[in-house]
């Protein structure tokens, strides 16, 4: 099986850094997807990563250790409209997400 | 490219009654298409994968006689929901994966089902 935890919620200031983290167990690993989920809206998709280390998409970055069963997605220079529900999701034989973390940016 | 559709957005039907949705690739050839239910503030939960010309194969849970999955092009697939109760309420969503895209699924803008 999977079990993916994620924080519930974050919040922090326009302008500011935040950092999701996103632990993972599973039975076999394809990759990590990071998606970003406004309300009543189906995901976006943010990053992947399959090998370890840090990738970097504009303000957007995600990192992966296999080893640890660890990810994080970095959002820089926050925005209002980056306001929403981010999911951690683990490829193993199939898709699957976790709970999500719904970050509210502060004026 | 990669989009995907979902009719209807959103639906609200009486409960014993049936609703169909669909799911299209516009710009690429879905093999595979999965079909996922969020219930507020929770994940999405895979409910079925299917593959064009074949059947769907469920998760442990769902009811294959309940949600009725068609397959029938590279471009279509269906969720039918039978008997709808009030408990089948939710936003489902599907994806799909193209020819050559290994883990890679593009999702639909979901519809929002309401059983009354």
């Known amino acids: 099986g999977q079990n993916i935890d994620q924080p519930t919620e974050m919040t922090a200031t326009e302008g500011a850094i935040v950092q999701i983290n996103c632990t993972y167990q599973t039975s076999g690993f394809n990759g990590l997807f990071w998606y970003q989920q406004h309300a009543g809206e189906a995901p976006t998709f943010l990053s992947y990563n399959v090998l370890d280390g840090l990738e970097e998409k504009g303000r957007f970055s995600s990192f992966l250790s296999r080893s640890k069963g660890y990810s994080y997605l970095l959002l820089k220079e926050l925005q209002m409209k980056d306001s929403a529900s981010y999911l951690c999701?683990?490829?193993?034989?199939?898709?699957?997400f976790g709970a999500g973390t719904t970050v509210t940016v502060r004026a | 490219g990669a989009v995907v559709s979902q009719h209807p957005s959103w639906v609200i039907c009486k409960s014993g009654t049936s609703v169909k949705i669909e799911c299209r690739s516009l710009d690429f050839q879905a093999t595979t298409m999965f079909w996922y239910r969020q219930f507020p503030k929770q994940s999405l939960m895979l409910m079925a994968t299917s593959n064009e010309g074949s059947k769907a194969t469920y998760e442990q849970g769902v009811e294959k006689d309940k949600f009725l999955i068609n397959h029938a092009s590279l471009t279509l697939s269906t969720l039918t929901v039978t008997s709808a109760h009030p408990e089948d309420s939710s936003f489902y969503i599907c994806s799909a994966r193209g020819l050559g895209g290994v883990y890679e699924q593009y999702f639909g803008p979901g519809t929002r089902l309401t059983v009354t």
């Open positions: 999701a683990v490829i193993g034989y199939k898709l699957s």
